[in-house]
């Protein structure tokens, strides 16, 4: 029996990383004994339970069924010991993150600090992409996103306000000056991100109650919000960026805001988790804590977060 908890173990990690020598890193062996033992799984079972595509390994049908099921009796089992070992108190065991690049590196990584000086028994995947991942393929337990909600069947909880805020460098509003309505971004070099291999180059804003589109134009597209600041912060261009992703640079004047009399849609970012499931201990634990935490943090997007005019 240990060596099939140990077996479903393995076949968790490798599901939730898409590859053999990543989770072979993570349990300590070698490419070769990782295969030996994902085919010992599949001659017991006779079914074929993994699949190779462009992106690495992912679940069959029966795969994905096996991997639920194993996630369910792990859990259990995690929960279990955590009982016998150190009381109902101790979290022990593994949780998923995946959050934008840049709201990761900097605050969602500072969260997760917290959290493990708290709980330090319990290990935190944390997973950085702009891409909208469902949770087997990303191999997470919660997801963090801004915007509005892609999928009912999640369910979410706020972590804050957030608005979308244009913004240069000193440099590049000294050699191009500043747009002087948003329509005038149409003469001028705009950084666009781009998600799900899509460019975000129709930047919303709101005047006189309405809300309207300028289709921006730039020679710097990315699928990631890191980059996108780091050559805003190089003074290649005007960016369009989360309120919380650029909050320091501009208290700090490493960017300028631009376009302040018109403002842009509310939105707000939220920690996700899946519908119709019972959450492991430690994810309900993390959950609540990562809402404290944002409700708690003092940091210059509160300003910036404030109504044009106030």
């Known amino acids: 029996m240990a060596d099939r908890l140990q077996d479903l173990r393995l076949f968790r990690l490798v599901v939730q990383s898409g590859s053999l020598s990543m989770a072979g890193r993570q349990l300590g062996l070698s490419p070769a ?12 079972y006779g079914l074929r339970l993994l699949k190779r595509n462009t992106r690495g390994l992912s679940p069959t049908a029966e795969g994905l069924y096996l991997f ?14 955590s009982v016998i070992r150190g009381g109902s108190a101790q979290l022990r065991g593994t949780i998923g993150v995946t959050c934008p690049t ?4 900097q605050w969602v990584s500072q969260l997760v600090d917290a959290f493990v000086e708290e709980h330090p028994h319990v290990t935190v995947r ?23 909600l892609p999928d009912s069947t999640l369910v979410a909880r ?6 979308r805020i244009v913004c240069c460098s000193p440099d590049y509003l000294a050699r191009h000056g500043a747009p002087l309505c948003p329509e005038q971004l149409l003469e001028h070099n705009c950084l666009i991100h781009l998600q799900a291999d899509f ?9 006189d109650g309405e809300t ?5 134009r730039g020679n710097r597209l990315v699928n990631d919000g890191f980059t996108l600041r780091q050559w805003a912060l190089q003074g290649l261009g005007i960016a369009w960026k989360s309120v919380w992703e650029v909050a320091e640079d501009i208290q700090e004047q490493r960017l300028v805001p631009l376009l302040e009399d ?11 988790t899946e519908g119709g499931k019972k959450l492991p201990q430690r994810v309900r634990a993390f959950v609540d804590f990562a809402v404290r935490y944002f409700n708690e943090l003092e940091t210059p997007a509160r300003h910036l977060l404030r109504p044009v005019g106030h």
């Open 33 to 44: 004994a990782m295969s030996g033992r994902l085919k010992s799984m599949e001659e017991f």
């Open 199 to 207: 460019p975000q180059d129709k930047w919303r804003f709101t005047r």
């Open 102 to 105: 840049d709201l990761g590196r």
């Open 158 to 163: 706020s972590l804050g306000g957030d608005r």
């Open 68 to 81: 639920e099921a194993a996630q369910k009796i792990l859990e259990d089992v995690e929960a279990l010991d």
């Open 126 to 148: 944390l997973f950085f992409t702009d891409r909208l991942l469902d949770f087997v393929e990303s191999g997470s337990d919660i997801a963090i996103r801004y915007g509005n």
């Open 212 to 216: 309207f589109s300028v289709h921006v």
């Open 262 to 272: 018109f403002s842009c849609p509310a939105t707000g970012f939220h920690l996700l």
